[in-house]
């Protein structure tokens, strides 16, 4: 590793979450990516699993009703793509936390591409897949408990 990589690897890992993707490069992207992936503890969990909504009382009907919490939605979104990736296909999200919590579920395959459409930072997005072998992948690495 040349000694101005790792000065970059050590400076972000040291920056906070909150980066601007708008003057990166593929390149630093790709050290941004590696350094997450440094960072990233697995998940023991196949998908992402979390409280389920609330219960609440209706006013009109004087019933218990369910409603589905942001939280929710934002779970079977990961989900969703978690199951595309997995199927062999490419998802996209949008946001980088969203590509930090699939590293928790593919921590060595996930592959990730940072695609810019214009210079905005609104019109960056991630382009994300496992490769055709992931599974074969992931067995060598970790070992079966």
Not at 69 to 89: A, E, K, M, V
Not at 108 to 114: A, G, Q
């Amino acid at each position: 590793m040349t000694t101005q990589l790792n000065t970059e690897l050590k400076d972000l890992l040291t920056t906070s979450d909150r980066i601007s993707f708008e003057n990166m490069t593929q390149e630093q992207f790709a050290v941004k990516l590696a350094a997450q992936r440094l960072r990233t503890t697995p998940s023991p969990k196949k998908r992402l699993k979390r409280n389920d909504g609330i219960r609440a009382r209706d006013s009109t009907t004087d019933t218990v009703v369910y409603k589905p919490t942001h939280d929710q939605y934002y779970r079977i979104f990961i989900n969703d793509i978690l199951s595309n990736i997995r199927s062999g296909g490419t998802d996209y999200c949008f946001k980088w936390y969203q590509v930090k919590e699939l590293l928790r579920f593919h921590k060595h395959t996930l592959i990730c591409k940072m695609v810019r459409e214009s210079m905005s930072a609104r019109d960056i997005y991630f382009k994300v897949s496992l490769p055709n072998d992931w599974r074969k992948i992931e067995k060598n690495i970790i070992p079966e408990q």
